[in-house]
T-cell receptor
Framework: GDSVTQMEGPVTLSEEAFLTINCTYT??????LFWYVQYPGEGLQLLLK?????DKGSNKGFEATYRKETTSFHLEKGSVQVSDSAVYFC???????????FGAGTILRVKS | NAGVTQTPKFQVLKTGQSMTLQCAQD?????MYWYRQDPGMGLRLIYY???????DKGEVPNGYNVSRLNKREFSLRLESAAPSQTSVYFC?????????????FGDGTRLSIL
């Protein structure tokens, strides 16, 4: 079945460090890919998305590129802030689907 | 803007008790979802409702029932709570077509079963 695998956390970084959170997927067909973020005590919010191969999604300094050849959608940010501390979820949506498939989530902790 | 509202925010139950989690959205969305979030397992879909009057099972439906009361409201019921159902429960809603209509989530219900 369709699945999403994320790197295990927690990831702990100092402020202004470079961030990469790895995400790979298994799916038949051509899924759309998403990153959601969950701040403490809140629900998930859409961070960015990409709907086809080689698309780059970006928002709030975060970026991810849909790589069909490596079935990956890694999240990156050039300089993290303490306020970026949260749980990040990678997710996929199959063509014609109406259900998201989420990865296990990666905790990010940024120290000042 | 209220968005998706879940009640209650916290609840402690004893094994065997019943409970209904409430969810309401004010965005005129067709689709609504119930998830549970457990450490290391991400979000798993319990049930969803693609439109008013329809409900379908997700990945982990056993032990739960749902009711799409109207377009705004989608409730989740635990008939006989078990410790394995201790979790954080999230309700979400979306417009037609998830690619261009991202899911909006409530703030969650933290449920403990003793």
């Amino acid at each position: 079945g369709d699945s999403v695998t994320q790197m295990e956390g927690p990831v702990t970084l100092s402020e202004e460090a470079f961030l990469t959170i790895n995400c790979t997927y298994t799916a038949t067909g051509y899924p759309s890919l998403f990153w959601y973020v969950q701040y403490p005590g809140e629900g998930l919010q859409l961070l960015l998305k990409a709907t086809k191969a080689d698309d780059k999604g970006s928002n709030k300094g975060f970026e991810a590129t849909y790589r069909k050849e490596t079935t990956s959608f890694h999240l990156e940010k050039g300089s993290v802030q303490v306020s970026d501390s949260a749980v990040y979820f990678c997710a996929l949506l199959m063509e014609y689907g109406n259900k998201l498939v989420f990865g296990a989530g990666t905790i990010l902790r940024v120290k000042s | 803007n209220a968005g998706v509202t879940q009640t209650p925010k916290f609840q402690v139950l004893k094994t065997g008790q019943s409970m209904t989690l409430q969810c309401a959205q004010d965005m005129n969305h067709n689709s609504m979802y119930w998830y549970r979030q457990d450490p290391g397992m991400g979000l798993r879909l319990i049930y969803y409702s693609a439109s008013e009057g329809t409900t379908d099972k997700g990945e982990v439906p056993n032990g739960y029932n749902v009711s799409r009361l109207n377009k705004r409201e989608f409730s989740l019921r635990l008939e006989s709570a078990a410790p394995s159902q201790t979790s954080v429960y999230f309700c979400a809603s979306s417009g037609q077509g998830l690619v261009n209509q991202p899911q909006h989530f409530g703030d969650g219900t933290r449920l403990s079963i003793l």
